[in-house]
Structures are given as C-alpha cells and as structure tokens.
T-cell receptor, first 115, second 113 residues
C-alpha cells in the first residue's frame, strides 16, 4: 500500500484566502484523523472520523475550519478564511480499529504558510 | 489533567553512543503508550506500542520500557547512527475516550559523526 497520501505538500497563501488540504487514507482503514503540528504546541488533534462519520471535532479551533469525508478513500480539511496563525503542518492519519488498539499511520503532512 | 511530558527537550550525542529519552504521563485511565520517530519534514512513524502489562519492548536498536505504576516510560537507543537524528514523540492513549491520544512535545535528537 502507498500509505496515507496528503496533498499539497506545501501551500503558501495570503490571509483571507481559502485553503483546502486533501487526504487519502490507507485502504481498509476505518478511522481517519486530522492533526496540526506547531513548534509551540506540538501535535494537536483537530477532528477524527469513523467510517466516514465525524466523531469528535472538539479540536477544531474555529468555525473557519471544516472537514469532510465524503467516502472511505478521501477527506478534506478546509480553512476559510485563512489567517497567519493557521500556519502549521497539518497531518492526516488513519488506522484500522480505534487508536486504543490500532496502529496509527501518518501521512507526510501539508505545510501551510499564511502570509 | 491529562498530560505527557518528555525530557530532555533536545539532545546531542556522538555516533555510536547510547542514549535514553524519558516520558512521564498523567493520562488516566491508561490504555497504551507509543513511541514515534519523526524525521525532519516527514510524518511520525511508529517505533513501539506498549500496553499496561508490558514493561519492555524492542525494535532493533530501540528499546522502550514502561513502568505503569510510576507512569514513566523510556526509549533507549543503542549504538546510535546518523539516521537516528529525529524528533522522538511519546504518545499515550486514554482508555475511556475513543480516538483520544495525548502527545508529548518530543525530544529532538541530533547524532554527530
């Protein structure tokens, strides 16, 4: 399997613009997670899905952030409008089974810079 | 409060030397503890996962220990190589909250030739 695939790997945009990050989980995995990583706060969970259904979005910082998973092989994280403080690396991860038991596989991340 | 603390924050060692990284946690109830390696510009990759009943687990030159009573874990790297230069992240799973993992800030290890 190719692993978790994220795109774009790098995104530079101006404040106020819409940003869409994409993720293709490992085939057969039933959990999908979006994380954000910054130097100050480390890795933070934003939202996760089970069988395409959002389970916990308490980590989504504001209404400017939204995530969807229209099918088992695709998810998006959208920021609209973007702000400089959104600059971070966004990781998508997937697992088979809950994180209590299943191994978590991360993508290579999308580095977002908002000017 | 559920927290994961790692030490040291950064570490520099010479190639071939051994080192030990520490992880203390207050997450409760405990389900499992994982160590991840994150190379610069890459996503984290799992090294080990340990449940309550396991107190040591090895993966090549990496050996993780767990003391569930004191809520401490360590990652020992033997005969370090330049490729071991990375951030090592301790992650604890809380048993009662599906999907909730608690991440440490990581230890940045640099191996010099």
């Amino acid at each position: 399997d190719a692993g978790v695939i994220q795109s774009p790997r790098h995104e530079v945009t101006e404040m106020g613009q819409e940003v869409t990050l994409r993720c293709k989980p490992i085939s057969g995995h039933d959990y999908l997670f979006w994380y954000r990583q910054t130097m100050m706060r480390g890795l933070e969970l934003l939202i996760y899905f089970n069988n395409n259904v959002p389970i916990d979005d308490s980590g989504m910082p504001e209404d400017r952030f939204s995530a969807k998973m229209p099918n088992a092989s695709f998810s998006t994280l959208k920021i609209q409008p973007s702000e400089p403080r959104d600059s971070a690396v966004y990781f998508c991860a997937s697992s088979w089974g809950t994180p209590d038991t299943g191994e978590l596989f991360f993508g290579e991340g999308s580095r977002l810079t908002v000017l | 409060k559920n927290q994961v603390e790692q030490s040291p924050q950064s570490l520099i060692i010479l190639e071939g030397k051994n080192c030990t990284l520490q992880c203390n946690y207050t997450v409760s109830p405990f389900s499992n503890l994982r160590w991840y390696k994150q190379d610069t510009g890459r996503g984290p990759v799992s090294l080990t996962i340990m449940t309550f009943s396991e107190n040591t687990k090895s993966n090549g030159r990496y050996t993780a220990t767990l003391d569930a009573d004191t809520k401490q874990s360590s990652l020992h790297i033997t005969a370090s190589q330049l490729s071991d230069s990375a951030s090592y992240i301790c992650v604890v799973s809380r048993g009662s909250t599906l999907g909730r993992l608690y991440f440490g800030r990581g230890t940045q290890l640099t191996v010099w030739p």
